[in-house]
């Protein structure tokens, strides 16, 4: 008996299993799954545009690439402002008076309103209303910003 059981499954076996990958293949289920994994690949890093100081006194904004660390665009924007100039940047002339080690601990968007909350090592700025521009400028690189509140460990500084 499970001799002819097991002579019956090969034979179904060997006889439907080219027509299955036949189907399978013309579904287009196998390059939908190349695509998700191509995109996937793609979406770790993000452009962002971030605001450095120019030796005229603007503040240009400025394509970085930024690995995905946060949950949307505002939260990677503002590591790759905090990370300081790129290369390109600073061969550019534009340098950063964001202190070194600055730490983005949060972030949120209410009321057209970007609240930054900062490390307190964000108080050892070089210049902070040269700072507090950078910032400003590259969060009003966002359309949908109106403004900026810059808090440092949670307290309202600006």
Same mark, same amino acid.
Request: no cysteine.
């Given at each position: 008996?499970?001799?002819?059981?097991?002579?019956?499954?090969?034979?179904?076996?060997?006889?439907?299993?080219?027509?299955?990958?036949?189907?399978?293949? /013309?579904?287009?289920?196998?390059?939908?799954?190349?695509?998700?994994? /191509?995109?996937?690949?793609?979406?770790?890093?993000?452009?962002?545009?971030?605001?450095?100081?120019?030796?005229?006194?603007?503040?240009?904004?400025?394509?970085?690439?930024?690995?995905?660390?946060?949950?949307?665009?505002?939260?990677?924007?503002? /590591?790759?402002?905090?990370g300081g100039p790129t290369q390109e940047a600073l061969k550019q002339g534009q340098m950063s008076f964001i202190a070194p080690g600055t730490?983005?601990?949060?972030?949120?968007?209410?009321?057209?309103?970007?609240?930054?909350?900062v490390s307190k090592e964000y108080l050892q700025s070089p210049d902070m209303q040269k700072a507090y521009a950078q910032m400003k400028q590259?969060?009003?690189?966002?359309?949908?910003?109106?403004?900026?509140?810059?808090?440092? /460990?949670?307290?309202?500084?600006?």
């Amino acid at each position: 008996m499970v001799l002819i059981w097991v002579l019956f499954t090969l034979t179904i076996v060997a006889f439907g299993y080219p027509r299955v990958k036949q189907a399978v293949v /013309e579904s287009g289920v196998l390059s939908l799954l190349d695509q998700a994994t /191509e995109a996937k690949q793609y979406t770790n890093v993000r452009s962002v545009r971030v605001a450095f100081a120019s030796f005229d006194g603007s503040y240009p904004l400025s394509t970085v690439s930024q690995p995905r660390l946060g949950g949307n665009v505002y939260h990677d924007t503002f /590591e790759a402002l905090l990370g300081g100039p790129t290369q390109e940047a600073l061969k550019q002339g534009q340098m950063s008076f964001i202190a070194p080690g600055t730490k983005l601990r949060g972030l949120t968007l209410s009321n057209k309103i970007l609240f930054v909350d900062v490390s307190k090592e964000y108080l050892q700025s070089p210049d902070m209303q040269k700072a507090y521009a950078q910032m400003k400028q590259t969060s009003l690189g966002f359309s949908n910003v109106k403004d900026l509140v810059v808090l440092v /460990e949670g307290r309202m500084i600006r």
